[in-house]
């Protein structure tokens, strides 16, 4: 499947509210809940509102992982990005109905691609234990596993760690 990533922007609100929404119970399998605020229409347009402005001030950049019909199938997003350090970490979802097609694998190898745009010379990611999947997007992409958390946290009856990776992006020379 062909796939793209573009910079999160004003329109996208409602489309990603959606997505959201559809994708709900899914995610909130394998990461935190968001909580129910997150999923009040009113309350994501303000936050979606939020992230743009952040997205502006350079400390976070988001973007949506569409298809050719651009159909949302994911998000995939650099936050926290410390610009002295030149380091930001790593967050991306995929809709349930596109999981198992390499779609995170794609995106994630777009994004790394884009990054060395915006001066980031190291990505930072956590997954945990129990994502399997996860881990394997980010070793495809050159992240090496740095260490797993000792203390455990309990997430929907199960007991987890997380697992930290990094990836330095390599300096292209011509």
């Not at 159909?71 to 198992?100: F, M």
């Not at 001066?119 to 997007?137: R, Y």
């Amino acid at each position: 499947m062909d796939i793209y990533i573009k910079k999160l922007q004003d329109t996208d609100a409602e489309g990603l509210y959606k997505f959201e929404l559809d994708n709900r119970a899914f995610f909130e399998e394998m990461v935190p809940t968001r909580g129910n605020d997150y999923y009040n229409l009113e309350v994501f347009k303000k936050r979606h509102e939020d992230l743009l402005e952040e997205q502006v001030q350079g400390g976070s950049y988001f973007y949506l992982i569409k298809d050719k019909d651009n159909s949302i199938l994911g998000r995939i997003n650099i936050v926290d990005i410390d610009k002295s350090q030149k380091t930001g970490h790593l967050g991306y979802r995929v809709g349930q109905a596109h999981t198992g097609k390499s779609i995170a694998t794609k995106a994630l190898k777009l994004l790394v691609e884009t990054v060395t745009d915006i001066d980031i010379k190291q990505i930072k990611a956590k997954t945990t234990t129990n994502n399997i999947a996860s881990q394997k997007v980010l070793e495809k992409n050159g992240f090496e596993r740095t260490a797993t958390d000792s203390g455990e946290f309990e997430m929907n009856g199960q007991r987890l760690n997380f697992v930290y990776y990094i990836l330095t992006i390599k300096v292209k020379s011509y």
